[in-house]
């Protein structure tokens, strides 16, 4: 993390130093002892006359956290409105700051001590390093407490908001292996069976007055379902046109604008924001005599509700959320799959008989019975968990649910088909590994399908074109285990302090 202040500034100032005259910029370079323009060197004394202030210049990047702690015991005040999302602690006098995507460019701040002009720092916002984020996934690290983490859920039979325990059971030990401290985890909730457009501004709510750490911002880990809902909220945060299919999704803009500059960065598991095709089946438009036959006993059985049907692929992708436009915050991707042909060579009944009267194996979709018949009997074209398939839980842009490499493809090619096919905007791919779905949500402590050759657990990073190689050291962990893992790190070194003597080289 850079900072300003103390000796670590005059290491730092040998990068960019500015001097401000009037309207005048001149550009300088540092030497040990002081600045220097030409043959004049420039001491404190002149950074603090009348005729100026000292202008010191540091590149940001988005997402980073930054602080700066200022010396001495006067009051510290700022010339210039502090940008959106940053804070200055008067009690610490440190000034914090996470910039983000829309916050790009330069920001002059200028600084009073007791009331006084003392000096100015230009800030420079960078894009955010895309190279990095498709290889490193998400960019930095925070420690406990730093930042909050809020959990969003997906298609349910009920109102989870009505009975606590089942969105605790929903969630298993997610929230609690993520952010050890309840202070830091809030899980929202909503009725699951309804549309996500219905029940967006009450979660949009639940964000608002959720806990979001030091730095006051939050992680937003979502499930299934859960991914298409945040989606929705931030891209429809600007004034609606004339072409836009449902006008009023656009009437809670400002308060999903508010959402979005609260959100650091979503890791979307499993995601069903480009729909899925299981939904399709239940609507009825997944195209073979099998799928038609269970997508009517699914309608029967009452799995026709609002959620299934904001679902259908070509409508989510679309309507719901459409791909083309830009989030504004990144999606890091988790997709859980399997590649195993599970019981579609003994063909409809086969899978019917299988499923009903003989048992699971446990490496068949971890002995999800519900998710092995549904996938058994339909035999989609191209890959899926039973629930979200491949490309939708890639990120990919298409609406197209039988996009893919095929039920029957190696896992070299549904994992080089995740990596390499065109990501919507802002989505990357974090890591794949075949979770199945049931295990997405399940501590590695709770897990023992994972073992199967034909069946591993094993989290594959991007780390060069082309191809996704696995963490070894990962092998059988939940995604949960390795979101941990990923996000927490110490805690961060004590803010160097800011003063205009410091800023002066001396």
Same mark, same amino acid.
């Given at each position: 993390?850079?900072?300003?202040?103390?000796?670590?500034?005059?290491?730092?100032?040998?990068?960019?130093?500015?001097?401000?005259?009037?309207?005048?910029?001149?550009?300088?370079?540092?030497?040990?002892?002081?600045?220097?323009?030409?043959?004049?060197?420039?001491?404190?004394?002149?950074?603090?006359?009348?005729?100026?202030?000292?202008?010191?210049?540091?590149?940001?990047?988005?997402?980073?956290?930054?602080?700066?702690?200022?010396?001495?015991?006067?009051?510290?005040?700022?010339?210039?409105?502090?940008?959106?999302?940053?804070?200055?602690?008067?009690?610490?006098?440190?000034?914090?700051?996470?910039?983000?995507?829309?916050?790009?460019?330069?920001?002059?701040?200028?600084?009073?001590?007791?009331?006084?002009?003392?000096?100015?720092?230009?800030?420079?916002?960078?894009?955010?390093?895309?190279?990095?984020?498709?290889?490193?996934?998400?960019?930095?690290?925070?420690?406990?407490?730093?930042? $909050?983490?809020?959990?969003?859920?997906?298609?349910?039979?009920?109102?989870?908001?009505?009975?606590?325990?089942?969105?605790?059971?929903?969630?298993?030990? @997610?929230?609690? @292996?993520?952010?050890?401290?309840?202070?830091?985890?809030?899980?929202?909730?909503?009725?699951?069976?309804?549309?996500?457009?219905?029940?967006?501004?009450?979660?949009?709510?639940?964000?608002?007055?959720?806990?979001?750490?030091?730095?006051?911002?939050?992680?937003?880990?979502?499930?299934?379902?859960?991914?298409?809902?945040?989606?929705?909220?931030?891209?429809?945060?600007?004034?609606?046109?004339?072409?836009?299919?449902?006008?009023?999704?656009?009437?809670?803009?400002?308060?999903?604008?508010?959402?979005?500059?609260?959100?650091?960065?979503?890791?979307?598991?499993?995601?069903?924001?480009?729909?899925?095709?299981?939904?399709?089946?239940?609507? $009825?438009?997944?195209?073979?005599?099998?799928?038609?036959?269970?997508?009517?006993?699914?309608?029967?059985?009452?799995?026709?509700?609002?959620?299934?049907?904001?679902?259908?692929?070509?409508?989510?992708?679309?309507?719901?959320?459409?791909?083309?436009?830009?989030?504004?915050?990144?999606?890091?991707?988790?997709? *859980?799959?399997?590649?195993?042909?599970?019981?579609?060579?003994?063909?409809?009944?086969?899978?019917?008989?299988?499923?009903?009267?003989?048992?699971?194996?446990?490496?068949?979709?971890?002995?999800?019975?519900?998710?092995?018949?549904?996938? *058994?009997? @339909?035999?989609?074209?191209?890959?899926?968990?039973?629930?979200?398939?491949?490309?939708?839980?890639?990120?990919?842009?298409?609406?197209?649910?039988?996009?893919?490499?095929?039920?029957?493809?190696?896992?070299?090619?549904?994992?080089?088909?995740?990596? *390499?096919?065109?990501?919507?905007?802002?989505?990357?791919?974090?890591?794949?590994?075949?979770?199945?779905?049931?295990?997405?949500?399940?501590?590695?402590?709770?897990?023992?399908?994972?073992?199967?050759?034909?069946?591993?657990?094993?989290?594959?990073?991007?780390?060069?074109?082309?191809?996704?190689?696995?963490?070894?050291?990962?092998?059988?962990?939940?995604?949960?285990?390795?979101?941990?893992?990923?996000?927490?790190?110490?805690?961060?070194?004590?803010?160097?302090?800011?003063?205009?003597?410091?800023?002066?080289?001396?």
């Amino acid at each position: 993390m850079k900072v300003l202040g103390g000796a670590g500034v005059k290491r730092q100032i040998n990068h960019f130093c500015m001097i401000f005259f009037g309207v005048s910029v001149l550009l300088f370079q540092n030497c040990t002892g002081g600045f220097h323009l030409g043959s004049d060197e420039l001491t404190d004394s002149t950074a603090a006359s009348s005729s100026g202030v000292l202008l010191y210049e540091q590149s940001l990047s988005e997402l980073q956290p930054y602080s700066y702690k200022f010396s001495g015991s006067e009051t510290v005040s700022f010339q210039d409105a502090l940008p959106a999302g940053a804070f200055y602690d008067s009690d610490t006098r440190t000034l914090y700051w996470i910039p983000t995507k829309g916050q790009r460019g330069d920001y002059n701040l200028g600084v009073k001590e007791g009331g006084v002009d003392k000096f100015r720092i230009a800030f420079h916002v960078l894009a955010l390093d895309d190279y990095k984020l498709r290889y490193g996934g998400p960019p930095f690290h925070y420690q406990d407490g730093d930042v $909050g983490y809020i959990f969003v859920h997906g298609v349910q039979d009920t109102d989870l908001c009505i009975d606590r325990s089942k969105l605790e059971q929903y969630w298993g030990g @997610t929230p609690q @292996t993520i952010a050890p401290d309840s202070n830091d985890r809030s899980l929202a909730c909503y009725d699951g069976r309804k549309a996500v457009a219905a029940v967006a501004e009450s979660v949009a709510h639940q964000i608002m007055d959720a806990k979001c750490g030091f730095y006051k911002k939050c992680i937003i880990i979502t499930h299934s379902m859960g991914g298409l809902l945040m989606e929705h909220m931030f891209l429809h945060i600007r004034p609606p046109v004339a072409i836009d299919p449902v006008q009023s999704w656009f009437d809670q803009r400002e308060l999903y604008k508010a959402v979005r500059e609260k959100t650091l960065f979503v890791i979307s598991l499993a995601s069903a924001a480009g729909g899925s095709k299981t939904a399709d089946l239940v609507n $009825g438009n997944a195209g073979t005599v099998s799928q038609d036959v269970i997508g009517a006993l699914s309608r029967w059985m009452g799995a026709n509700m609002d959620s299934t049907n904001n679902l259908m692929v070509a409508y989510a992708s679309r309507v719901v959320a459409p791909m083309t436009e830009d989030p504004g915050v990144p999606f890091f991707m988790v997709p *859980g799959f399997t590649t195993k042909t599970l019981y579609e060579a003994r063909g409809f009944f086969g899978s019917i008989w299988d499923t009903l009267i003989n048992s699971v194996p446990d490496t068949v979709f971890n002995g999800d019975g519900d998710l092995t018949f549904v996938d *058994g009997v @339909t035999e989609f074209p191209s890959r899926s968990d039973g629930v979200v398939d491949l490309r939708s839980s890639c990120g990919i842009a298409s609406d197209d649910y039988n996009n893919g490499v095929g039920d029957k493809a190696s896992l070299d090619d549904n994992l080089h088909y995740c990596w *390499g096919a065109p990501k919507k905007a802002n989505h990357y791919l974090w890591f794949a590994v075949n979770l199945n779905h049931s295990l997405i949500t399940r501590p590695a402590a709770e897990v023992s399908e994972c073992f199967s050759q034909e069946n591993p657990c094993v989290p594959r990073f991007p780390a060069s074109l082309g191809n996704l190689f696995p963490d070894d050291t990962m092998k059988s962990w939940a995604a949960i285990d390795v979101i941990r893992n990923k996000i927490a790190m110490p805690r961060m070194p004590a803010a160097p302090v800011i003063s205009k003597g410091s800023l002066a080289g001396n």
